[in-house]
């Protein structure tokens, strides 16, 4: 399993993930990509045939904006 989050300040918007991964990323209003997961946050754990889905969409993306981890991006807020 793995996490995933778009780098948004090297994105150029080229659609490839969207079209390699549509059920994990999605464009904002500027055209660039980011998770629909998790509001790009990189905390959901994504297996099975979604993670095939996010490597290709990671080897297709031409600026490596697609960030992938084994460890979530950021640390769920917990109560207390
Ligand atoms: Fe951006 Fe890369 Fe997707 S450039 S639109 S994150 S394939």
């Known amino acids: 399993a793995c996490y995933t989050k778009v780098e948004k300040d090297t994105c150029i918007a080229c659609g490839a993930c969207?079209?390699?991964a549509p059920?994990?990323?999605?464009?904002?209003?500027?055209?660039?990509?980011?998770?629909?997961?998790?509001?790009n946050r990189g905390i959901t754990e994504?297996?099975?045939?979604?993670?095939?889905d996010l490597i290709d969409a990671e080897e297709g993306c031409p600026t490596e904006s697609i960030q992938v981890s084994d460890q979530p991006f950021e640390t769920p807020v917990t109560n207390k």
């Open 18 to 20: 969207g079209a390699t």
């Open 23 to 39: 059920d994990i990323f999605d464009y904002d209003e500027e055209g660039l990509a980011e998770a629909i997961l998790d509001g």
């Open 46 to 52: 994504i297996t099975g045939d979604l993670e095939e």
